[in-house]
């Protein structure tokens, strides 16, 4: 699928507003798991890496102002040449949250949405478990599960979204695919 700009200028977009490091870390997380997850399903990594990478574009502007965030990246990415597929694809993580009242009444319902919906998610709670662990070196699936199940432990990180992976994989599967996808970038997402 072709996409207006490439990966070194959707990295220029972001640093053009005011990002918080964690907020960096989230999208290049979400970007490696998205290609990751395409890969196994022999979909357009470069596409769903890009997905990843922009889910949160407007999120420097709106952090604090959730009802607008989605509807914020419409402008940003109708400006940079997006397609209105990828825009809705791209809103499609935000379906459902009464913090954003045009879109919470909306379901995602293509495998692609689901994938970004529950990519971007388990990013939190590899990231939190990684934390406690102090790295995320050797991390493994059954140590993942079992903070998947406690569901004090990194409470925000919504389950039911990371669930619906299962429309397209194993959820175990799935958490591998994911742990590998941030050891392979931790350096730059700050991890051991």
């Known amino acids: 699928m072709e996409l207006p700009i490439t990966r070194e200028q959707a990295i220029e977009l972001l640093k053009s507003m005011p990002q918080k490091e964690s907020d960096w870390n989230h999208y290049l997380e979400s970007e490696s798991v998205m290609k990751k997850v395409a ?3 022999g979909e357009d990594v470069e596409y769903w890496g890009m997905l990843g990478l922009l889910h949160d574009v407007d999120w420097a502007l709106t952090r604090e102002n959730w009802e607008e965030h989605c509807r914020k990246a419409e402008e940003i990415l109708k400006e940079k040449g997006f397609d209105p597929a990828f825009i809705q694809i791209v809103q499609s993580h935000g379906y459902g949250y009464k913090e954003i009242p045009f879109l919470k009444d909306k379901k995602r319902t293509k495998k692609i949405e689901h994938a970004l919906a529950a990519s971007e998610t388990v990013t939190g709670l590899i990231y939190a478990y990684a934390l406690m662990r102090g ?3 050797g991390m493994e699936v059954k140590g993942l599960k079992k903070k998947f ?9 919504n389950r039911e979204i990371i669930r619906e992976i299962e429309e397209l994989m194993e959820l175990g599967e799935f958490f591998e695919l994911a742990i ?6 931790k350096e730059e997402i700050g991890l051991e």
Request: charged fraction near 50%; include cysteine.
């Open 135 to 137: 790295k995320i070196s």
């Open 39 to 41: 890969e196994k399903l």
């Open 149 to 157: 199940k406690d569901k004090r432990f990194a409470e925000n990180c």
């Open 180 to 185: 590998r996808a941030m050891q392979d970038i």
